[in-house]
């Protein structure tokens, strides 16, 4: 088995920045794809950044030029770097992973989610 768990979320003011952390774990062979996805209160649940294993990245036209997603592959970890932060993003954030196990079996975990409130 192998799950997610995403950190960072919080209170900011508009202009401000957050770091959001997703580590996975358990008994992992190979992480592919990596993404960020958000959900809103009475939205639908949207994506906001991937990742692929070569390192290339894709937004929702929504966040480009203020957010990064990155990865650290030694520690299974997908970050998301949150500048210039409106009200409109504020949302529960979650992370995904592809996950290859140990034993070639395919998971798609998904994490509880963090929430981050942009408010003055």
């Known amino acids: 088995q192998v799950q997610v768990v995403e950190s960072g979320g919080g209170l900011v003011q508009p202009g401000g920045s957050l770091r959001l952390s997703c580590a996975a774990s358990g008994s992992i062979f190979r992480i592919n794809a990596m993404a960020w996805y958000r959900q809103a209160p009475g939205e639908r649940h949207e994506l906001v950044a991937n990742?692929?294993?070569?390192?290339?990245?894709n937004y929702a036209d929504s966040v480009k030029g203020r957010f990064a997603i990155s990865r650290d592959n030694a520690q299974n970890t997908v970050y998301l770097q949150m500048n210039s932060l409106k009200p409109e993003d504020t949302a529960v954030y979650y992370c995904?992973?592809?996950?290859?196990?140990?034993?070639?079996?395919?998971?798609?975990?998904w994490g509880q989610g963090t929430q981050v409130t942009v408010s003055s």
């Open positions: 990742i692929t294993t070569g390192g290339s990245t």
């Open positions: 995904n992973m592809k996950i290859f196990s140990t034993n070639l079996v395919l998971y798609d975990p």
